[in-house]
């Protein structure tokens, strides 16, 4: 029981050393870890071959009573006549929390009303989403390394391209309304640069919107 597995579970190595593992399993997962042992032993005894590096993600208990994501790397040896196991933990927290926000963007993505459209440093369309999709009348592959201009009028042409470019350039960010060119449909559009952690540009994303119109009340 190292320091790693001290940080990873909040439990010293004094507190551990001497105990059943199932101490740092959530009671769900602990009550089933005899039986797994049991079937294992007796495999063993059936000349079963031997745990070699066996990976799963389970899940540990912290001593606070949080659970843990982990991945498990799990290996039997003899030693003096007895047999050991050894499991390499890692632990998963971080790169779930990710997956987790990755899954929500995603959601997000596929499923709102606004149309979105993710495009790379050069300008060029990475992605649309569903909604955008259907604004342009066009599939997702279709659209892929369309210039951004390709699905855009604007008002004055190429003056308000190069401003609208300017601005973003500059604030990071413009909001305008331009003409779908497939059908001349009018758009609320905004426009954010995405920069990494040394402020180099690497996607643009756009999004856009019918503007809602103002219906006049009729007076008799």
């Known amino acids: 029981y190292n320091p790693a597995a001290e940080a990873i579970f909040g439990w010293s190595s004094a507190e551990v050393v001497g105990q059943n593992v ?15 042992l049991q079937r294992h032993e007796h495999g063993q005894m059936n000349a079963q071959p031997p745990l070699r590096n ?24 003899e030693s003096r006549g007895q047999r050991m196991y050894v499991g390499v933990l890692t632990d998963l927290s971080a790169q779930k929390k990710t ?17 979105v459209i993710v495009l ?35 008002e004055d042409s190429d003056a308000t391209i190069a401003t609208m470019w300017t601005d973003v350039g500059r604030s990071g ?6 003409k779908m060119r497939h059908n001349d449909c009018q758009q609320e559009v905004s426009i954010t640069a995405v920069r990494d952690e040394q402020r180099r540009l690497h996607h643009y994303i756009a999004i ?11 007076v008799i």
């Open 208 to 218: 856009c919107y019918q503007p809602i119109k103002q219906e006049q009340a009729s």
């Open 54 to 77: 066996k990976i799963s993600e389970v899940l540990g208990q912290h001593k606070n009573g949080a659970l843990i994501p982990l991945r498990l790397a799990l290996s039997q040896a």
């Open 173 to 178: 960010h413009w909001q305008g309304r331009w």
């Open 22 to 36: 199932k101490m740092l399993m959530p009671s769900a997962l602990a009550n089933h870890h005899d039986h797994y």
């Open 120 to 154: 790379d440093a050069n300008r060029r369309v990475v992605d649309i989403n569903p909604a955008f999709a259907r604004m342009a009348e066009l599939s997702r592959h279709s659209a892929r390394n369309k210039d951004f201009e390709a699905l855009f009028q604007g």
């Open 99 to 115: 997956e987790r926000q990755l899954h929500i963007a995603a959601t997000v993505f596929d499923h709102c009303y606004e149309g």
